[in-house]
């Protein structure tokens, strides 16, 4: 499996982005991909996830309303929409697939493919 996380930026506080991981390799719909990000000094946080096949997601407390997680299934790609971007958004988001039969979707060590990350940065 490969992914590729992409749409990473500089935006002013207040913002919009939107990420892609377009992902290669597979095509079981029953796999789970999350997102997570890691700021300056801080260590990796769950930010979501997305189940592929019927569209299911979780979201982390610190950005419910302002995030929402998509799929586009034909075209193997996974969105991380980001409104209302805070300078603490200001992190590497990466893109990542469960583990085939996890259920602990907020635990980054249950993810076993990784994007290599792309940079988000909000300024106030």
């Known amino acids: 499996v490969q992914l590729q996380a992409s749409g990473g930026g500089l935006v002013q506080a207040g913002g919009s982005l939107r990420l892609s991981c377009a992902a290669s390799g597979r095509t079981d719909r029953s796999y789970v991909m999350g997102w997570f990000r890691q700021g300056p000094g801080k260590e990796r946080e769950f930010v979501g996830a997305?189940?592929?096949?019927?569209?299911?997601?979780w979201t982390a407390d610190s950005v419910k309303g302002r995030f929402t997680i998509s799929r586009d299934n034909a075209k193997n790609t996974v969105y991380l929409q980001m409104n209302i971007l805070k300078p603490e958004d200001t992190a590497v988001y990466y893109c990542?697939?469960?583990?085939?039969?996890?259920?602990?979707?907020?635990?980054?060590?249950?993810?076993?493919?990784w994007g290599q990350g792309t940079l988000v940065t909000v300024s106030s």
């Open positions: 997305i189940k592929w096949s019927v569209g299911s997601t």
């Open positions: 990542a697939e469960l583990r085939y039969g996890s259920s602990a979707v907020r635990q980054e060590d249950e993810y076993d493919y």
